[in-house]
């Protein structure tokens, strides 16, 4: 089996003077503790809403208002969460091409490298970068815990039997538990335009080991932690996979910060190697990638703040509601259903003895034994719970989730414009959260293409070789393409998945109807190509005809760009000013041949004839 080696590529070494390495360590151990600090309340939530997604009750036991009460939580949010978590996996992966790429406008130059790219990109994504065990993690934390992390490093697949053997080297996208990633107190921007982010660690003594042999790490300073996080601690208690380590365990930061490191007035982008417990950098080094290789998913927006709301949140008060209202219920049938015996003092019955099915007892009066009930039937009760599970279904949208179609404003007569608009307006429930997954998954696959870039400007060759085994003669295009320094900004990456919730047959139906207008658009532009190119017609009409292909041209890339399906209408689009000059350079060069053989005709006849055969008789 081989290891997978985080590999940060180091391209300058950084030497900042023992003065500076120590006012960095105050800067990021005064920062961490802060950072950590603030969010405690978080990490209070995220436990909470573990706890209710298991439906493990807050309390082992329940002893009110009787002793051994019945204590069930209803897990009405795994009901909601793994419904949204469901469906977001199957759109995304389910649509085939994963990625789309698209030109940004004014590249048309670049149509057979956009494709190459594409290929690869989809290549990749399923062979490489692992991109659906990383979504099926990060897509857990963003609908449970409101918040999502995705990280894409440059890995190396190594094996060593006899012989050391690296296997490959290429980006992976990995997801980052939610609580190892600790934001700036207070922030809320971009994950780029962040001071610092931290991504925690927790490894064992023989992993520093090896990264101090393969690294260079400064170990010998690293202090133990006591234990892991307290979220962390939740997560594998409810898991049934908690368990004493028999090794140390050590609690490493590696902080993504912009840092002035030699006071020169110009903050440098580190990426540093911190142990939280012993206050000491491990590894400093510049950040070796041009951006943060960290994305950021959310379920529920919070204005102003880092981290999101999650569905467990959201139904958390619901759920603690219809538990409570369900062992009331399972209590209230209990006590009806018991018994609390009056007997007679001097019956002679005692007070130990057990009642059961078929029980003699033998009395002098049948009075002096008589039942009472210990509660009423509370027939409201169902309805209670009801109440508060369909109004828990409609703040997170658990029926439009799994209805057809939206009850609420379809019925089995609606004209169809009707029901448009009201599957419109049932999709547009889950567009946020879906479009939040979607944009950091898409993000996600960008960073590997850019992994890839950074290796190629740095001039690996084996990167290249690969790239080139995977496409043949067409990687060149992709290589080429990862060279320009404006790669960002000439080609938008993107899932081929949308907000809307179609089903196969009806993108289908929207590509069979696309399809009919570009026939009848090609077919027009053709009739008016040949008009244009006509040498008989007159200018004025051969300028209509432009300006007809043109807004024509404007037309179907408006109504193309509707269409979810189609990425990259302007592919779809006829020119027609550039064939038209074509055509006209064609017409002239053809004209100026055919002066060109009928001087040289007049030429031959002159020499034949030199006595002037061609002039006039009488």
């Not at 009930?373 to 719970?385: H, L, R, T, V």
Request: proline share 5%.
């Amino acid at each position: 089996m081989p290891k997978l080696i985080i590999t940060h590529p180091e391209i300058e070494k950084l030497q900042p003077s023992a003065e500076a390495i120590q006012e960095l360590e105050r800067f990021l151990s005064h920062n961490l503790e802060d950072d950590l600090s603030a969010r405690w309340r978080q990490e209070v939530a995220w436990r909470e809403a573990l706890r209710q997604y298991d439906a493990q009750p807050r309390q082992k036991v329940r002893n009110v208002p009787v002793e051994n009460a019945p204590n069930i939580e209803i897990p009405v949010g795994m009901l909601g969460v793994d419904i949204f978590y469901s469906i977001s996996l199957q759109t995304v992966f389910n649509t085939a091409p994963l990625v789309s790429v698209a030109l940004s406008p004014g590249r048309g130059e670049f149509i057979e490298h956009k494709k190459a790219v594409e290929d690869f990109l989809n290549w990749s994504v399923r062979q490489e970068m692992d991109i659906r065990n990383a979504a099926e993690h990060a897509f857990m934390d963003v609908v449970q815990l409101g918040t999502g992390a995705l990280f894409t490093p440059w890995i190396t697949d190594r094996k060593k039997t006899k012989v050391h053997k690296i296997i490959s080297s290429h980006p992976q996208v990995m997801p980052w538990p939610i609580e190892d990633v600790v934001l700036p107190a207070g922030s809320f921007q971009a994950v780029q335009n962040m001071p610092r982010l931290w991504l925690r660690s927790y490894l064992t003594e023989w992993d520093l080991e090896f990264n101090r042999k393969t690294f260079g790490w400064k170990t010998e300073f690293a202090t133990p932690a006591s234990a892991v996080g307290w979220v962390r601690t939740k997560r594998e208690a409810l898991g049934n996979t908690h368990h004493n380590r028999t090794g140390e365990i050590y609690e490493v930061f590696d902080c993504y910060v912009d840092y002035d490191i030699d006071n020169d007035g110009f903050e440098e982008e580190l990426l540093v190697t911190f142990d939280r417990h012993s206050q000491k950098i491990l590894k400093l080094r510049y950040n070796p990638y041009d951006r943060k290789p960290i994305e950021l998913m959310s379920y529920q927006k919070r204005a102003f703040l880092g981290y999101g709301m999650g569905m467990m949140e959201k139904l958390g008060p619901f759920q603690q509601e219809i538990s409570d209202i369900h062992n009331y219920r399972n209590l209230n049938m209990l006590l009806a259903n018991t018994r609390l015996w009056k007997v007679k003092r001097g019956a002679g019955i005692p007070e130990n003895m057990k009642i059961y099915p078929g029980k003699q007892i033998t009395m002098q009066n049948p009075e002096d034994l008589q039942g009472e009930q210990m509660g009423e039937i509370y027939n409201s009760a169902p309805q209670a719970e009801m109440l508060s599970l369909s109004m828990a279904k409609e703040l997170v949208g658990i029926n439009e989730m799994t209805s057809a179609r939206p009850s609420g404003i379809l019925s089995s007569r609606t004209p169809a414009t009707t029901a448009q608009l009201g599957f419109a307006q049932q999709n547009s429930r889950f567009v946020a959260p879906f479009d939040s997954m979607r944009f950091g998954l898409a993000n996600s696959i960008k960073q590997g293409a850019f992994r890839y870039q950074e290796q190629i400007k740095s001039g690996k060759q084996d990167v290249m070789d690969h790239i080139n085994n995977v496409l043949g003669k067409r990687g060149q295009l992709v290589i080429d393409m990862l060279k320009r320094e404006d790669f960002d900004e000439s080609v938008i990456i993107e899932l081929t998945a949308t907000s809307e919730r179609t089903s196969s047959g009806a993108r289908l139906q929207s590509l069979l109807q696309i399809s009919q207008i570009m026939l009848q658009y090609w077919e027009k532009i053709a009739q008016l190509g040949a008009v244009a190119t006509n040498s008989q017609t007159p200018a004025p009409m051969r300028e209509i005809a432009l300006k007809i292909s043109k807004a024509a041209g404007e037309l179907v890339e408006r109504i193309a760009r509707q269409m979810d399906t189609i990425r990259d209408p302007k592919a779809f689009i006829i020119e027609f000013g550039q064939e038209l000059d074509q055509a006209a350079q064609i017409q002239d060069q053809s004209t100026m041949n055919e002066l060109g053989f009928l001087t040289n005709a007049l030429d031959e006849l002159d020499q034949q004839n030199p006595q002037g055969a061609l002039q006039p008789t009488s």
